[in-house]
């Protein structure tokens, strides 16, 4: 079934570049910075960028953004390529920036030498007093003046390491008075005595972000380098790079950057969430990560999905969380295999079953999928239900369990309720029921039709299993944009750890697999689970239960 889309304005662009010959394959990449581990946001970028290559029949490679050697390491490296794979995509080459560090510094020398760059001995504040405002030009300095010879030879002592950090910056030479202030002599190079994840101590000077890379864009050939919507206003001195450096011209283009409600989405902020233990860390079944959805359970399918559903925008907007929630719903329906688990069993005690005798009965893992199979359920005299589903005085119209009433257990037999047996207290002990032997599901024959059906386990052999239960992370619904710090918003009840009861074919469960629990949720197993504890996460509700709020109100 494939339905017609219509392109978006990327993709009307690269169809124009194509039919022009401008270009005869594209080329994109993903540019991460390896600072933290990946979010929903840059799936939406990864899911653009090689959606593209494979859409065009071009390419996309992944190139790690590494020109800041404090913040990055190799353990990011590693998730980064983790959860691109994970998501379905391929890059064509690995790049980092920092192995183009000697050609970019050979672009900054011919810069210079072109009378296009000069070091600038001002303090960081000095540079910004004189950048002016976006009213008011800004004024140049006597640096600014230094000659070709010396800019090189000053240039090249930076980089032998005699000078401390910032005790001089490179900067372009472009326009103190544009009303661009990104081209009021920019930064180009720092100095920074720093470590680096792959370059080690070979440098101790590094290329500011729009010196680095829109030029690693061009040595890469990349025809169409896609950003967010905040780099616009860079650029025109992305453009200019590499007009004056007469490198291959890489163009850049900007699209709204993907928010979700309910969360945080910046790594800054999601590093502090796990610094200062508001989650258990990068992949906390909370958090927006890549890592974090996974291990939630949610499925590449679902989120690629739910990348292609929101689009490709131009202007900035705020994407339900719900809306995730409906993709991973549907792909789970269609992927998961059903299961029993009582949460708050209530003993049921079938008088006219055989005591000692357990029969197997058998129920389709997956109705939606005829190739999922069956797996066995055993049936036996006390089995346990939901507390939820009897009420000892029923109201009209209630086709659960009630003293007189029938109800179906699923996949066994029509039962019906005699007696309700209690404790000294009060509280209920049992419930007696007896069950019709010619209703068995599959060959019913006899001709009761009940309207309820109920999920249940047999009491002698349920795995007693541990749930956990998640709720938004936040308590509004954008809380960056609040007052004082976002973590005062935190959702003071995210988690909910509760106990079930799972029919025994939960045991073979694996960390891939994916299950509906039936009338409650689609779950999977998580990894903090034992050879004798099962934990699982619960990835989301069968139904949506914020939009049933909002109905109700
Ligand atoms: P953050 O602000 O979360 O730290 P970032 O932009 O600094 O993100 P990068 O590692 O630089 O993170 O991002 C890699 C790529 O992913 C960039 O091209 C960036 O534009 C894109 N990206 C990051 N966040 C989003 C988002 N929320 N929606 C869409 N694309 C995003
Ligand atoms: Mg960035």
Redesign the pocket.
């Known amino acids: 079934m494939s339905e017609e889309k219509s392109l978006n304005f990327i993709e009307e662009i690269i169809e124009e570049d194509l039919k022009n010959g401008k270009y005869k394959s594209i080329l994109t990449r993903?540019?991460?910075?390896p600072n933290?581990y990946l979010?929903i946001?840059?799936a939406?970028?990864i899911c653009l960028n090689f959606g593209l290559g494979i859409k065009y029949n071009g390419k996309t490679n992944l190139r790690f953004?590494d020109t800041n050697p404090v913040t990055e390491d190799t353990e990011y490296v590693d998730s980064i390529k983790e959860d691109i794979q994970w998501l379905g995509f391929n890059w064509a080459n690995e790049f980092y920036a920092s192995d183009y560090f000697e050609q970019l510094y050979g672009f900054a020398v011919k810069l210079i030498e072109k009378g296009l760059a000069y070091v600038d001995d001002s303090s960081s504040e000095e540079i910004a007093k004189q950048k002016g405002t976006p009213t008011q030009p800004g004024v140049r300095n006597e640096f600014s003046n230094r000659s070709v010879e010396e800019n090189l030879q000053l240039f090249a002592d930076m980089r032998a390491g005699k000078y401390k950090d910032g005790e001089k910056v490179l900067r372009a030479k472009i326009d103190m008075s544009s009303p661009n202030m990104h081209m009021r002599d920019p930064l180009m190079y720092r100095i920074k005595h720093a470590h680096h994840h792959r370059t080690g101590d070979a440098w101790c000077i590094y290329p500011m972000y729009d010196f680095a890379h829109g030029q690693s864009d061009s040595i890469e050939n990349i025809t169409h380098s896609i950003?967010?919507l905040e780099f616009i206003p860079h650029r025109p001195l992305y453009d200019w790079c590499i007009e004056k450096l007469e490198i291959f011209p890489s163009k850049q283009y900007e699209f709204a950057?993907?928010?979700l409600n309910y969360t945080v989405?910046?790594?800054?902020k999601l590093l502090q969430l796990v610094n200062e233990n508001h989650v258990t860390g990068w992949d906390d079944p909370r958090m927006p990560t890549i890592s974090g959805l996974r291990r939630r359970g949610y499925t590449p399918e679902s989120i690629r999905e739910f990348c292609d559903k929101i689009g490709v925008a131009k202007r900035d907007n705020l994407i339900e969380f719900g809306l995730l929630e409906f993709c991973v719903r549907e792909d789970l329906n269609r992927i998961a295999h059903r299961r029993m688990v009582v949460f708050n069993p209530i003993k049921v005690i079938i008088t006219n079953y055989p005591e000692g005798q357990t029969e197997t009965l058998h129920s389709e893992n997956n109705p939606e999928d005829p190739n999922s199979g069956a797996r066995a359920i055993p049936f036996s005299r006390e089995i346990l239900i939901e507390a939820d589903d009897f009420m000892e005085v029923a109201p009209k119209k209630y086709f659960r369990l009630a003293p007189g009433q029938m109800v179906r257990l699923k996949s066994a037999y029509i039962i019906k309720c005699d007696e309700v047996v209690k404790n000294d207290d009060g509280s209920i002990a049992a419930i007696h029921c007896s069950y019709i032997p010619e209703s068995k599901s599959g060959s019913d024959t006899s001709g009761i039709s009940v309207k309820g059906t109920l999920h249940w386990v047999n009491a002698a052999d349920a795995v007693e299993v541990e749930v956990r239960e998640y709720d938004r992370l936040f308590r509004v619904e954008n809380p960056a944009s609040e007052e004082g710090d976002f973590k005062e918003y935190i959702n003071p009840n995210s988690l909910t750890v509760v106990k079930g009861y799972a029919e025994p074919a939960i045991q073979t469960a694996t960390l891939t697999d994916r299950f509906q629990f039936l009338r409650k949720g689609y779950y999977c197993l998580d990894k903090d689970s034992t050879a004798d504890k099962f934990i699982f996460n619960r990835t989301v509700t069968l139904k949506d239960a914020w939009a049933k709020e909002v109905k109700k109100g």
């Open positions: 993903f540019p991460p910075e933290g979010h946001g840059h939406k970028s953004d950003c967010t950057r993907l928010n989405m910046s790594k800054r």
